[in-house]
């Protein structure tokens, strides 16, 4: 049912619906369209027009009350307030450029849907709700749609901006309209994916086999892909290695701030064993020149930091039997997390909490909930190591493929 007043608001253009809100032109409110959240153009439908007028006639009634208690009214665009917070984090340090990357996109998209003036004061409980059903309906890049897990990631980033609007007073003391929902999507748990040390060596053995066959092949394949597993470093991190973080004397791989790269918490600056399958790795890769960045694995067209490993993990990982896409950098972490886990330490199992700091984590708790896996073959060893001349039992018929 309409409100009263409303339908006398209501006016057409051509076949689309628009609304005289001149009356309250002291907080915004003009002759303007009735879009509908997710469209580009007014709607044609007068239910539906009638709806948007009663939401938006709230929305300035609430701006005029604004103003009586507080003596002001700031009206800041979705697009414009995105644009500093945005800003504000790069400048705060304590995000990665990946992180800023990410959310940018996730913040274009809530842009697109809202529209880009749309007044953060205005965006309410039912408009996120709203907005939730868009993103879950958006096609995925693998096919499907938008995991769970995925839609709830842009509902923390656009939290996180309301979150500073409330500190900032660009809206009122808690208006935080994500915060508000009762449901929100919630991301399938399960095991994350990692390697058996078998699989590991023969992943490494693939790499050991690979050039660089085609020109966006990263030519050492096997120096990275064995600093990722014998490290348990996350992937800038590898990335951002400069050989002189790679100490053959002290046999320690240090991860630190440097121009190129930083680091993600107070606790990831860190120091971890070089063990001694990588040290004959990066003996090799080291001694044969050729970083002249500085970096230990400077990209081979512009010397700086690779920004992307997929092609090359993709080829290596075809020699050994996977597929395209099952071997990520990401799995490298948990991998070293579980073969660390086995290994001993003065002749007793490893304590999770040594095993929690080599990752660059405050304490044991994420190495017992997340990165602790347990795999189907055991071995103890004072050494985290993946070697072939191991496993030939187990690689036998995989093994061939690299012959």
Known sequence: MARNGT???LFRRGSRYWADLRTFSD???KREPLVAPGEKSATTDRTVAEALLGDRIRELEARRRNRALLGTVEQVGLAEYASHHLLQKAKSGRVTDDWLKESEAQLRRAVEFFGEDRDLGS???RDVQDFTHWLQAIPSPRGGTLSPGTVRHYLNTLSNLFRRAQGEEVVRAGHNPVAGMLEKPIGRSGE???LEVHESALLLEAARHHGARQRD?????HALIGTFLLTGGRKNEVLGLLVDDISFDRRTVVFRVHAHRRVKTQTSRRVVPLWPQLEEILRQHVFQGGHVSGLLFPSPRTGGMIRDTRKTLDAVAAR?????GDIRTKMFRHTYCAARLQTLDHGAPVSPFTVGRELGHGGDSLVKRIYGHLGEVRHRSEVVEYRVENHRDQLADRLRLLE
């Open 7 to 9: 339908r006398s608001r």
């Open 27 to 29: 907080v915004g409110g």
């Open 123 to 125: 965006i309410g409980v």
């Open 192 to 194: 994350a994916a990692w």
């Open 217 to 221: 092949h990263l030519p050492f394949a």
């Open 320 to 324: 050994a039997g996977w597929d395209p």
